[in-house]
């Protein structure tokens, strides 16, 4: 049985390497090995598991920050930001790059699709840099990493993923991850402006005449997204709303900010549903294929072949993390976020379990993991939304070496994470004491 695994799961890693759906392959895979191995009649247990994922009241989450970030990328909200934030902070060497990251972490914590971000700021910001004379790999890698920071920053579709799929209830999952966001935007920050102070000449300073009325223009313009920040996660993290409500409430707040910049139409509402309703079902379709696979995959022992080899790895708890975040960092160039959280999560989680590590830490471990699969050639999506829209002067290869250094500073915010685990769990806990847990 140990040989029909392992066929079984380099099946599916080469089927998924050539290009066949994902959802679709999956469910293949299982049939296929399933059928031969355990029986059709092994599958009469496949409803029940499909109709226990459907009536999750977490996972109605998920439409509803996707529908809340697709309304605010029609709404007009990231032109507005970028230049307002342009003109604050382009008077300093870097102040652009600078920008680019303080508006990808403000779209991180409203809209969060990755997608989106990297476009809208690549049509904005990416020309503009390049005709204030900024470095080609400066300017594409910083808006490729900005653009990804809404996999860590809550409210992330995969953090909502990942605490259902392990069992780590959403609101910890968004509370952990706030430190670790701010210290890799921190991060992010210290080496533009460092390298804008080493060489001047790859971030210029901008020469700008303010109107004067640059401070009401700031407030102004980070007013609603702010206060949609606020509502959203602030009713999280005081305990008045489950993630799935607060969810319901950025959705109604992103209609809102969209009608106030005259962008609540017709035509807008409707490709906004058009495209959720798209996102929505493919995240159920792979949740459904993933649960096929995963059945079968334990059925045939599958899940006692891995905890085995994982548990005897040199080194206990830090060999095993060690492995399992090389793992899903290499896949990472390979599959997408999906894939890995829904193939590779579920095998790895009850491991992590039997050693007693914690679930919320690794939660987060995993999810800057996944957010570097973005950045990392030959299918980091991020660097093919960005050269779509990019100028033609921006080769495919300064993206790739553009990248490099933003990739190094996400591990680098992993080994510090991993090292020091309060970082993720002192928020949570915190909270819990204030609340009385």
Excluded at 79 to 104: C, H, P, Q, W, Y
Excluded at 174 to 196: D, K
Aim: include cysteine; glycine fraction near 10%.
């Amino acid at each position: 049985m140990t040989a029909a695994i392992i066929a079984m799961f380099v099946m599916l890693m080469v089927m998924l390497l050539i290009g066949y759906p994902v959802a679709f392959t999956l469910g293949a895979v299982a049939l296929f090995f399933g059928s031969i191995f355990l029986g059709l009649d092994f599958f009469n247990l496949l409803p029940l598991q499909i109709w226990g994922m459907m009536t999750n009241f977490t996972l109605l989450a998920v439409p509803l920050f996707i529908f809340m970030g697709v309304t605010l990328d029609k709404s007009g909200l990231a032109k507005d930001l970028l230049e307002t934030m342009g003109l604050l902070f382009g008077k300093i060497r870097g102040g652009l790059a600078v920008s680019v990251v303080v508006v990808g972490a403000l779209l991180a914590a409203t809209t969060g699709i990755v997608g989106a971000t990297v476009v809208t700021m690549g049509i904005i910001a990416l020309p503009t840099m390049l005709k204030r004379h900024y470095s080609p790999l400066l300017a594409s890698g910083t808006i490729a990493a900005s653009g990804t920071l809404g996999q860590i920053i809550p409210p992330s579709i995969i953090l909502i993923l990942l605490g259902d799929v392990m069992g780590v209830p959403v609101g910890r999952l968004f509370v952990g991850a706030v430190i670790p966001g701010a210290i890799l935007v921190t991060l992010f920050l210290l080496y533009i402006l460092c390298l804008a102070w080493v060489k001047p000449e790859v971030a210029p300073a901008l020469e700008i005449n303010e109107d004067g009325d640059l401070l009401r223009k700031v407030i102004f313009t980070l007013s609603p997204p702010l206060l949609l920040i606020t509502s959203v996660l602030g009713s999280i993290f005081a305990g008045i709303a489950s993630p799935t409500e607060s969810a319901a409430v950025g959705a109604l707040g992103a209609m809102i900010l969209s009608a106030a910049h005259g962008q609540l139409t017709m035509n807008n509402m409707k490709a906004a549903i058009q495209l959720t309703m798209r996102l929505t079902s493919m995240v159920f379709m792979i949740l459904i294929g993933a649960i096929a696979f995963g059945l079968v995959f334990r059925g045939m022992g599958g899940d006692t072949l891995v905890r085995e080899m994982m548990t005897n790895i040199p080194g206990g708890v830090w060999g095993f993390m060690f492995v399992s975040m090389l793992l899903i960092f290499v896949l990472g160039f390979f599959l997408d976020f999906l894939q890995i959280c829904f193939i590779v999560v579920p095998i790895i989680a009850p491991i992590a379990n039997l050693l007693e590590i914690d679930l919320l830490w690794l939660a987060v471990l995993i999810a800057l993991n996944l957010q570097t699969s973005f950045l990392t050639p030959p299918f980091g999506f991020s660097l093919f939304y960005l050269k779509a829209v990019a100028p033609p002067e921006i080769r495919i290869q300064d993206i790739y070496r553009g990248i490099i250094p933003f990739v190094m500073i996400q591990i680098l915010t992993l080994i510090l994470l991993m090292l020091f685990p309060i970082l993720v769990t002192w928020l949570p806990d915190l909270m819990d004491n204030i609340h009385g847990l």
